[in-house]
């Protein structure tokens, strides 16, 4: 049986479906999940990260774990504690969703300090484990829908700078791989897109998923600052700002990972843009 936190997020969300098509016994859990968030005939159940001691009856007798990284409640989590009480469920395997800014910002006390203290707990467990680092996410675009929708507009900053974003689908297949096959034991996968894509390509994908036009408008740092102080604390939108506008080598490299994983090439943005384009209808 494999357990999968964070079962109503982009990638958790794929992650259970791959599973339970693959003929898995699945257990999907979050704070607020409900049967509409899972296939049918997957067990769902709430449960909070930042409560191992209430998680631990979702976990008993489970083989592997999906865990997630608590996204913007990261701060909350003691993963050590989530740690123990998988293994006293019975849990011999973890898969932990990191972040590539582990490697390429460790000064970032949001996407390196955290990040690697997830990381050094994972193989301080005794469990078999893999860590997963993504970078940019594809769907990090759904930001962009209500004003798609509605005036057929993306506003973003960094127009032209390209990073090689993910499907979370490519993810969570490399997610469900290392849970439920032998020879990722104390592997750290990296993963990107095929390709650099820019906010101006992703927009123009939109663009032609929809088959209409998308007028791009190119945010100021500020501007973009401001939009994002809405929703994120201020230590994560600097780091993000400084991803976006002048990344790294490393935060522009494509991986071979999924790749080697997968045996096939990650999807395009195009390929995710067509896939959802519902959402931007």
């Not at 078999?128 to 993504?134: A, K, V």
């Not at 996968?189 to 791009?216: C, D, H, K, M």
């Not at 994002?228 to 201020?234: D, E």
């Amino acid at each position: 049986m494999i357990v999968v936190t964070g079962a109503t997020g982009n990638t958790g969300r794929a992650l259970v479906r791959a599973l339970a098509e693959a003929g898995e016994k699945v257990i999907a859990t979050s704070r607020n999940i409900a049967g509409a968030d899972v296939p049918a005939g997957v067990d769902h159940r709430r449960a909070d990260l930042a409560d191992a001691a209430g998680l631990r009856p979702v976990l008993d007798g489970a083989d592997a774990l999906f865990l997630q990284n608590g996204g913007a409640s990261a701060h909350t989590l003691n993963v050590s504690d989530i740690l123990d009480a998988a293994k006293a469920g019975g849990v011999r395997r973890v898969v932990l969703l990191s972040s590539l800014g582990v490697a390429t910002r460790p000064e970032s006390a949001s996407h390196g300090v955290l990040g690697l203290s997830f990381e050094e707990a994972v193989r301080a467990s005794g469990l078999d484990w893999t860590i997963l680092r993504p970078g940019n996410f594809d769907s990090n675009t759904y930001a962009w829908a209500a004003s798609v929708r509605a005036e057929r507009t993306v506003a973003a900053p960094f127009a032209d700078v390209a990073l090689p974003a993910i499907d979370p689908g490519d993810i969570a297949a490399v997610a469900a791989a290392a849970l439920r096959e032998d020879g990722h034991t104390g592997r750290i996968y990296e993963l990107t897109g095929p390709a650099p894509v820019s906010p101006r390509e992703q927009a123009e994908a939109i663009g032609a998923a929809l088959g209409e036009p998308i007028r791009f408008v190119e945010q100021t740092r500020d501007e973009a600052r401001e939009q994002m102080l809405q929703f994120m604390p201020a230590d994560v939108v600097e780091t993000t700002l400084a991803i976006l506008g002048e990344p790294t080598p490393a935060e522009q490299r494509v991986s071979p990972d999924v790749e080697e994983v997968l045996g096939r090439a990650p999807r395009t943005y195009a390929d995710w843009a067509r896939a959802n384009a519902a959402a931007f209808r």
